[in-house]
């Protein structure tokens, strides 16, 4: 989570093998810059730079036509 | 020529043969149009996240071909009409994201059992991947303020003295031990989630 004073880097920018992972294909990657009802979480929470949270929230609306991510979770499914 | 990746969902209630029918048809059509089928596999049964046309599962096709810009909209009509593809995506993609491997899906359907092992050890494989590269994310969440000046304090309480550059080698080394606890957590929640797969 976001603390203010402490100055956060882009996961991305550490490690570029990561950026080949944005993709809707690989949705359970993308599983962890969404909440648990499937809601994408902003960036500045997850520290993720602008460039790449552009992809990412492409990729993860992909993963959502194809129903691999939910739109929004229904606690009634199973 | 352009490169383009289409992912569809068939309906779960098709058996294997009825499955590679539909697969040859979209191929047919694709050739009908000049288009070249490079790359297609079978992502198998999954459940779907939330119900499409009151179905909870789907099996999952990837193929990946080149064909001419006019022609995919043939090729979206024939995934369109089809009333057994419940849902379909295509997207265009570079010549360097083309997989490599079998462009035909007989051969495997018929040797699944050991097609079902590769995948399994395949899975497996990204799944080290998958952890290895996503530490760094874990350990930037686990980097937290609080840690890191209480532990300053400590240090400073009980060695004034000391030059600060101790301190700070004193201070990485059980962050470092937390994270590898967190990951290897983390590494059996993947598991359990591909069991459920």
């Known amino acids: 989570m976001a603390i203010l004073g402490n100055t956060r880097i882009c996961p991305f920018k550490e490690d570029s093998a990561l950026i080949d992972k944005i993709d809707y294909k690989e949705y359970k990657f993308l599983r962890k810059f969404i909440t648990e009802q499937g809601k994408i979480i902003p960036a500045h929470v997850t520290g993720v730079s602008a460039k790449y949270q552009r992809l990412i929230a492409m990729e993860i609306k992909k993963a959502r036509v194809l129903a691999l991510l939910p739109f929004a979770a229904d606690p009634r499914y199973s | ?197």
């Open chain 2, 1 to 197: 020529m352009n490169y383009y990746e289409t992912v569809y969902i068939i309906h779960p209630a098709l058996q294997e043969g009825r499955l590679n029918d539909i697969v040859n048809k979209f191929h047919k059509k694709l050739e009908d149009v000049q288009g070249e089928v490079l790359y297609v596999t079978n992502w198998g049964k999954k459940k779907l996240a939330y119900p499409i046309d009151k179905q909870k599962y789907g099996t999952y096709i990837l193929c990946q071909y080149s064909i001419n810009g006019e022609n995919i909209k043939n090729i979206s009509q024939e995934l369109e009409l089809n009333p057994n593809i419940l849902r379909y995506l295509i997207t265009k993609i570079d010549e360097s994201k083309i997989l490599e491997g079998s462009n035909t899906l007989d051969i495997a359907i018929n040797d699944s059992d050991e097609n079902k092992t590769k995948s399994k050890e395949s899975k497996e494989s990204k799944d080290v991947e998958n952890n290895d590269s996503s530490e760094q994310v874990l350990e930037e969440k686990n980097d937290t303020i609080p840690e890191e000046t209480a532990q300053e304090d400590i240090n400073n309480e009980t060695d004034d003295e000391s030059d600060s550059s101790n301190n700070e080698e004193v201070k990485e080394k059980p962050d470092d031990e937390e994270s590898s606890q967190k990951e290897t957590e983390n590494d059996n929640d993947d598991e359990n989630t591909d069991k459920k797969d």
